[in-house]
């Protein structure tokens, strides 16, 4: 939990769709659980949902469409530049659909945070709760990671974890393991904003996070 | 848990070291928990010391030294021998360090039960309580799951889930990983000897393990 009398960092969130997680890290800020200013909510999708209801929130919007640009790597430059230009610091991924290059990562390089629907290692990638299931594990989750060049690679800031019923399919999995994304993404990022955590090899301790 | 009218499934327990998981297997059979008739605990090391621990309570034991065959086939060929004059129908593996190829896989098909204390498929292999310190991972645990020739490739019977916690050591970690490795074995192994566990693809169903 955040001082209040401690700076808000200015941060982006990123969403392609409605991002839930983005609501839930803008009311986690309302409500003075997490420290930061979120200086603009940016879709690569000029339709995201998201961006009405940040709209209607007062919260600043973008839309930088992918496919205005030839290039991932041109896409990424304007991208960076756009955040740049509203002093953002940290950036968090909220359904974000896009592979971010090292042209964006290397601009904001440890400070790109994501958060992805299973217990990562296990379960990279797309369609990650049929994988699960069809894999037959017992449990899977959610891992909130600093976003580096691989698919889903980074150091794991926070994990939650839920049972997998015999009668899941993936939709329920789903909404089973998105209650803990709701619950975990607004504390590890307060941990890293808040300057909480520490690295020791690739693992963030000091979280406090269970 | 079984019923004790129920026939009673001849199974081996095989060793290398002291098989704290073949204690608790065998302690669970004695507490009536288990619808098991242990058969033979065998080590493929002479000094190991589960061999005594089984010799004091009634438990027959068997040394099958690896040292004594040229090759994995024929340790393999004669380790089903044994095991099959015993009338053995499963086989739960029990800290058993030698990794079992078709010549006996293929005798004890879809009869051949393992733990591994990391929440599969994350950290398959050796070393694995380090390894899911070193990746920075927020829990691990153990998996129960069905041999097939792959390393810890096999389908998940159960798993259970353990904290790892910002001071932990790969001792403290395997001893919190152990606790859930002996409660969880026997109640696997007994959902697959009492025939409560279905298949579908590779998932194992059935077993209300949580």
């Known amino acids: 939990m955040s001082d209040s009398t401690q700076a808000k960092v200015p941060i982006a969130v990123l969403i392609s769709g409605r991002g839930s997680n983005m609501v839930s890290l803008v009311e986690a800020v309302k409500a003075g659980s997490l420290a930061a200013d979120v200086r603009v909510v940016l879709s690569n999708k000029p339709t995201a949902a998201g961006l009405e209801w940040a709209a209607e929130r007062g919260v ?112 329920s999995l789903a909404a089973r393991i998105l209650e803990q994304e709701h619950r975990i993404y607004p504390l590890a990022l307060d941990a890293v904003l808040s300057g909480r955590v520490r690295m020791e090899g690739r693992r963030v301790l000091g979280t406090g996070i269970e």
């Open 60 to 171: 600043p919007t973008a839309i930088l469409s992918h496919k205005d640009f030839a290039s991932r790597e041109e896409f990424d430059t304007a991208l960076a530049n756009e955040l740049e230009g509203r002093g953002v610091r940290y950036v968090a991924l909220a359904g974000f659909m896009r592979v971010l290059t090292p042209a964006f990562l290397g601009r904001f390089s440890g400070r790109v945070i994501n958060i992805h629907p299973a217990l990562l290692p296990s379960f990279p990638g797309m369609n990650v709760q049929q994988k699960a299931i069809d894999y037959g594990v017992r449990h899977s989750g959610c891992t909130v990671h600093f976003v580096d060049e691989g698919v889903d690679t980074g150091a794991i800031i926070a994990q939650a974890v839920v049972p997998i019923l015999d009668d899941d399919t993936a939709d």
